[in-house]
């Protein structure tokens, strides 16, 4: 098993550590502030007409083709014309009665529904150390996105590409494994002259907010923490669980994401549209990792990731009996 060998991370007090859940619904409570807002938003947009209709929650994972699944989706969806819902949780106001996907809730949001709904999460990976160039070019180097992530606090876009990838390791391990989040009070304080803006005027959930930060006096990673996590992307959680990775899209990712949805009418193949933030901007001024350094991202920095990468199976838990 691997060593919590994580660089530049800071270890909080032994007071401050997280607490073992004591049973798997406190792995999913608490994921966004404030947890009232995602219930009234789910329970005004799902209204599921039947105890047998399924919410699907796509929980993004930045730079691991997130938009690329959310808009082929939503095309198959719009061009069948079919009875199943794509939700936007922030911008959608009228109601679905059936099955639907929604985006926009990040992981927890299942826990927020009242008891019996029946409810999944479906998320993309890709190959952390590819994941990790991508993510420093186009938000630290580039300041993509309005340069939310370019700042005081993260020194992007001057900040190393070493250091970026220091600074936000582990993104599968620590976004996948529970009781991590909800984080601890002592590392989710805001400062009041805090000049980390916004995404879109809030931020979708503590996870974000803290990774805009670099992860700040957060607990190193561990062997337990992967095998939270492992758990719950291979889908053998409280909850089911579809990961697929990005570069198995192609081969039948398509499809065990239909089966997944119980939406194999959409035929998503043949509606994909593949979203390529990179071939929107300059990327003359891209850095290139030299090949000792994508080795110690791999197999330090992001060694827990690259083990959940490689050990996360190419299915998923689907609903089979209606409780």
Known sequence: ?????????????????????????????????PVKNVTEALSRLWQPASTANVLTIYVEVLKAGSMTV??????????NRTSYCVINAKQDTT???????????????CAVLPPGSRCQYLTSLREPGNRTVSEYNYFCRS?????????????????????????????????????LWPPMPQWVKVDDNDDVPLLNGLWP?????????????????????????????????????LAIKLEQLEVDGWE??????????????????????????DKTDDYEPTEEEMREVREVIDAYDRQLYEAVPNHGRVFSVVP
């Open 256 to 281: 065990r994401i239909q089966e997944f949805l119980g939406a194999p009418g959409l035929d998503l193949r043949s509606h994909e549209e593949v979203v390529l933030h990179d071939e929107q901007r």
């Open 1 to 33: 098993m691997l060593t919590a060998a994580l660089l530049g991370l800071a270890v909080p007090p032994p007071s401050t550590a997280a607490v073992q859940p004591s049973d798997d619904t406190l792995w999913e409570l608490h994921v966004h502030r």
């Open 205 to 241: 959930s503590l996870y974000f907010y803290q990774y805009s930060r670099g992860f700040p006096a957060r607990p190193r990673v561990n062997d337990t923490d992967y095998e939270r996590a492992l758990r719950v992307l291979s889908g053998h959680g409280p909850t089911p669980m």
């Open 95 to 109: 109601p679905c009665f059936g099955d639907a996907i929604v985006f926009g809730v990040g992981f927890g949001g």
């Open 70 to 79: 959310r808009n082929t989706i939503t095309n198959a969806v719009v061009s």
């Open 143 to 179: 300041c993509a996105e309005g340069g939310t992530l370019c700042n005081s606090v993260t020194g992007c876009p001057h900040t190393g590409f070493m250091q970026w990838a220091r600074g936000h390791a582990e993104q599968f391990t620590q976004h996948f494994s529970p009781p």
